[in-house]
């Protein structure tokens, strides 16, 4: 597969937030496929061939959703791919919008990058956007992803019971992030 250069949408201090491609599937498959991963999503790992992946994957590239959007997350420095962040259940009216993140490559995890790649792409929505609520369910169990979120400004809402998992309901608002400039 080859693709032109990406869109780089925002940098960190750690990473850098680009649009998805379609070199990307071969790691996002692997990722999805992964149950330790899956477990972090209260998912099961998908069970799809590769092709009909990068099938979906291209469809998704060439019809993007405003109300979901997927970023790659790569190291700034090496330009690796690590993982993904994306925002979805977009609402324009109510001005928020749900978070979720993967930091796929393990090589990567409790480094900084996940809360990162969360603080830089909250810059994004704040900012660029326009959000004025950015909100996200983790699983009660993962106190390391709970420990970045509140890094970034996330507070616990309420406990959340869904399809036979208990979350947390987090939040974070626009003037926590960007304070006075806001």
Not at 17 to 36: F, G, M, S, T, V
Not at 99 to 115: A, E, K, N, P, Q
Not at 121 to 137: A, D, I, K, Q, T
Not at 139 to 154: D, E, P, V, Y
Request: glycine share 6%.
């Amino acid at each position: 597969m080859t693709s032109t250069k990406p869109s780089v949408f925002v940098s960190g201090r750690l990473v850098t937030l680009r649009e998805k491609q379609l070199d990307d599937a071969r790691r996002d498959y692997e990722w999805r496929r992964d149950p330790e991963l899956a477990a972090y999503d209260a998912a099961r790992p998908i069970s799809m061939s590769f092709r009909s992946f990068a099938a979906a994957l291209s469809d998704e590239l060439q019809s993007p959703s405003m109300y979901r959007r997927s970023f790659a997350i790569e190291v700034t420095e090496s330009g690796l791919h690590i993982g993904n962040v994306m925002f979805y259940s977009y609402d324009p009216t109510r001005q928020e919008a749900e978070l979720g993140i993967t930091i796929g490559d393990r090589d990567y995890w409790s480094r900084g990058f996940g809360t990162d790649a969360v603080a830089t792409m909250l810059l994004y929505l704040f900012r660029e956007r326009g959000l004025e609520r950015v909100y996200l369910h983790t699983l009660s169990w993962n106190h390391r992803a709970q420990a970045a979120f509140n890094r970034t400004g996330f507070r616990f809402v309420r406990p959340v019971h869904r399809d036979g998992y208990d979350f947390h309901l987090m939040e974070v608002h626009r003037a926590d992030v960007l304070g006075a400039e806001a």
